[in-house]
């Protein structure tokens, strides 16, 4: 019996070692079949993976990014100690022990895919890391084989810690962020390194199945998995079972940043287009560079609130217009229906959607989102109705602005409102610099990414009458020279119509000084200086203004019939208060790739466009426009302001342009398909309030004002300021003019 038995013994030691020899063999040969088709690991040395490229406003705060993997690369030290613990005991438990293959983990799959006839995971960390830099997510047993072999490879080359670290950098969290850094960011708007207990273990739990488990999608299933991971985190005593019961029994709280716009959307376009057009779509998008701008944060959302504010004030003046939609007519459930903003944070002042729910005569019932609200008479009586029931119907999908909210009963107070019809654009400069400091290109970015501060070419009006009398004072003219503003035909060329200009009183009032004409911007008097210069000589002055749109040499373009963009007239305008000098505007101050090396760096460009002289007495003229003339409504603010309106025959194009010493900010109006904005919407109606409420954004609290330095050779005289003539400081109409030295009255100078 014995003998038999040590015969068994040793032919099941013969079959044991044959099967052994087999599987070695088979082994080597698929070793020997796919190592020459592995990937280097060694690339991992220089691990650079899709990174996002930001864009930076000039305090450091992110305006802009773009990616194809929203991703930050952080280093170990940087990841919460609880969500590296969290990761591990949720997806790997044996991973500092294992050398990239759990043996035990392995042969339960083994088994579950043989009974369910599929290939399911059971992959480490390290396997994990595998397929996600070097294989695809397909099911097969070749991937399957390349990935125990790299992993093999990845746990030979390279520590524990470094696995881990480049495990958290390059794994998906959901919805495009990829790395714990973006994760954090997305979910709790917070760095990985603050992350707390309950929030490391959701960010771990999403792991398994972003696209299922993500708090956003499911919040159930994103609870249950992050209750599971501070199970396993307890299991595996990273965490005691008190801290694991305390943490499970808090609510998930999320931040939901994916829709978060840009306050300067039309700003980081800009950017985007240079970027791409120099560097490349793959370095924009892959390459992780940082664009530091000039762009200046509280301006910027200053300009967002005045164009806002401002179309819909011109808005409601037009008047009412019925809602588009109604909810009840598509036979939807008012309680069920949902608008994407109210998935937003909403607070006072913003403008949001609201369902009709009852309308009598004196109020308006609405719900917006988890809000319900009251409309009161005062709220609706710029539509000029007498009831609320006359405007809307229950169901109507309504546009309104909150006045107040209350959390705790979850409602509000609000105003009708409605979305405007007109767009408009602002642009502020650094007169300094030529730095963009502000940059609204029209009323939503997503209605219309047309930039009308750069991309809209509309006729000037009487802007344009800067850059003219700018060319008579620098030929000769003085504040106090007379032009005659009476009725004119001029022969604007061979088999052209006499020109007769027309003012926009349609009077004629005589003599009045070069002054008087600006800033009550008389038409008349404007083409007899154009006529008395020559139209080509006004054209060339433009091209030093900087205008790169052609300005054609008729007499026309006096009052405004040429054409350019806000950039180049508030660019031009910027000379007046830097006497003479023109900075080129730019936007971007430097650029860096993802090391830090410097790829661009944009300095001031001055332009010599103006004597100094000159410069400065276009500035006291362009003053007294605010003090005195058609800018008149800006007289209020205690600060040296000076700018001029314009306004296109039939309201179709409002204008300010306007300056103190630090910025000068241009604003427009219009339609972007030339119609009219209505009866009486000139640029001191429509345009000239978005100016003053961005200026008071800009001046602020401050009480000591800068102040326009003359030149050396300016001199200032009493005159009155409707003949010009020099008289005492307490006559009338006294006031202080400024002249170059030598034209001044009572000097014989040639014109």
Known sequence: MARYVIRIARQAGLVASFVTVAILGATTGVLFTFAGDLPQISALDDYAPNTITRVYARNGETIGEFATQRRVVIDYENISPYLRDAIVAAEDAGFYSHVGLSISRLAITIIRDVVRGEMAGASTLTQQLARNLFLTQEKTLTRKIKELLLSFQIEKRYTKTEILALYCNQILFGHGAYGVEAASRMYFNKSATNLELEEAALLAGIIQAPARQSPFVNIERATQRRNYALTRMEDEEFISTEEAVTARAKPISVLDRRREKSIAPYFVEEVRQHLEANYGVEQLYEEGLSVHTS???????????????????????????????????????????????????????????????????????????????????????????????????????????????????????????????????????????????????????????????????????????????????????????????????LSPGPDQPEYSPENYDKEFIGPVTLRYALEKSRNVPAVQVIADLGPQLVSDYATRFGFTSEIPSFLSIALGAGEATLLEITSAYSIFP??????????????????????????????????????????????????????????????????????????????????????????????????????????????????????????????????????????????????????????????????????????????
């Open 295 to 489: 762009l200046n944060v509280e301006l910027q959302m200053a300009a967002n609130r005045a164009v806002t504010n401002g179309l819909h004030r011109l808005d409601k003046r037009r008047g009412f217009r019925k809602p588009t939609r109604n909810l009840a007519k598509e036979e939807i459930a008012l309680d069920e229906f949902d608008h994407a903003r109210w998935n937003q944070p909403i607070n006072a002042d913003d403008r949001i959607p609201a369902i009709v729910t009852a309308a009598d005569t004196n109020h308006v019932a609405i719900r917006s989102g988890k809000y319900q609200g009251i409309i009161e008479r005062e709220g609706f009586r710029w539509t000029r109705r007498q009831a609320a029931s006359q405007l809307l119907e229950v169901g109507d999908l309504i546009l309104i602005q909150v006045m107040s909210i209350d959390e705790n009963l979850q409602t509000l107070t609000a105003t009708l409102d409605q979305e405007p019809l007109a767009e408009a654009a602002l642009l502020a400069i650094d007169n300094r610099t030529g730095e963009i400091l502000a940059m609204v290109g029209g009323y939503n970015f997503e209605r219309s990414k047309f930039n009308r501060t750069v991309q809209a070419s509309r006729q000037l009006g009487s802007l344009f009458k800067a850059v003219l009398y700018a060319t008579a004072i620098d030929r000769g003219y003085t504040p106090t020279s007379i032009i005659m503003d009476e009725p004119v035909s």
């Open 578 to 751: 830097n006497l003479g000098k023109r900075l080129e505007p730019y936007q971007i101050l430097r650029i860096t790739d993802r090391a830090g090396n410097l790829l661009e760096e944009n300095r001031p460009m001055a332009h010599d466009s103006l004597p100094s002289d000159t410069a400065y007495i276009m500035t006291s003229l362009l003053r007294g426009v605010v003090e005195r003339g058609t800018g008149q409504q800006a007289a209020g603010i205690p600060w040296p302001l000076a700018g001029k309106t314009g306004t296109v025959d039939e309201y179709t194009d409002a204008w300010f342009v306007g300056f103190d010493p630090e910025i000068t900010v241009g604003v427009w109006v219009g339609h972007d398909e030339k119609r009219t904005l209505g009866d009486g919407e000139e640029g001191a109606r429509a345009a000239l309030p978005i100016w003053i409420e961005f200026m008071r954004a800009h001046i602020g609290e401050r009480a000591d004002a800068p102040t326009f330095q003359p030149p050396s050779n300016i001199v200032f005289l009493s005159v009155d300021r409707m003949t010009g003539n020099i008289v005492a400081p307490s006559s009338p109409d006294a006031i202080h003019e400024a002249f170059i030295s030598g034209t001044e009255p009572g000097i014989n100078f040639q014109q």
